[in-house]
Nanobody, 127 residues
Framework: EVPLVESGGGSVQAGGSLSLSCAAS??????????MGWFRQAPGKEREAVAI????????YYADSVKGRFTISQDKALNTVYLQMSSLNTEDTAMYYC??????????????????WGQGTQVTVSS
C-alpha cells in the first residue's frame, strides 16, 4: 500500500485554480501524525514548504508567497488533506509533494520533521 496518495495538479493558465489532495495510508497514520501538508520544488530551486495543517491544533502554516491564494484543509476521518489553489501565477509552477510529519512539527515547518513523502504531482501555470 502506497503511504501517501496524491491527486490533482495539472496545467492551468495564470489566474486559474487547481486543487490537490493527499490521502495517508492507515498504516502510517497514527495519533502522533500531527502535521501534514505540501512542499514544492521548482526547477533550479530548493524545496519549500507551501502549506501545512497541524492536525491536533487545527493551526495552519502558509508560505508568504501563497497567503490569501491557497487554502489547506483536512479531513481527519479520511486521513486526507486538501490544497485549494487560486489566482495561480507562473511562480507557482513546481512539483508539489505531500508530506506527513511525526511527533515533532514546528511552525514554520522543517523538512526533516516529515517522515513520509508522496511521489509528487506537477503543477504548471502558463502566462
Amino acid at each position: 500500500e502506497v503511504p501517501l496518495v496524491e491527486s490533482g495538479g495539472g496545467s492551468v493558465q495564470a489566474g486559474g485554480s487547481l486543487s490537490l489532495s493527499c490521502a495517508a495510508s492507515r498504516y502510517i497514520w497514527r495519533s502522533s501524525s500531527i502535521c501534514m501538508g505540501w512542499f514544492r520544488q521548482a526547477p533550479g530551486k530548493e524545496r519549500e514548504a507551501v502549506a501545512i495543517a497541524y492536525i491536533s491544533s487545527g493551526n495552519k502554516y502558509y508560505a508568504d508567497s501563497v497567503k490569501g491564494r491557497f487554502t489547506i484543509s483536512q479531513d481527519k476521518a479520511l486521513n486526507t488533506v486538501y490544497l485549494q489553489m487560486s489566482s495561480l501565477n507562473t511562480e507557482d509552477t513546481a512539483m508539489y509533494y505531500c508530506a506527513l510529519g511525526g511527533s515533532v512539527c514546528t511552525n514554520p515547518p522543517l523538512e526533516y520533521e516529515y517522515d513520509h513523502w508522496g511521489q509528487g504531482t506537477q503543477v504548471t501555470v502558463s502566462s
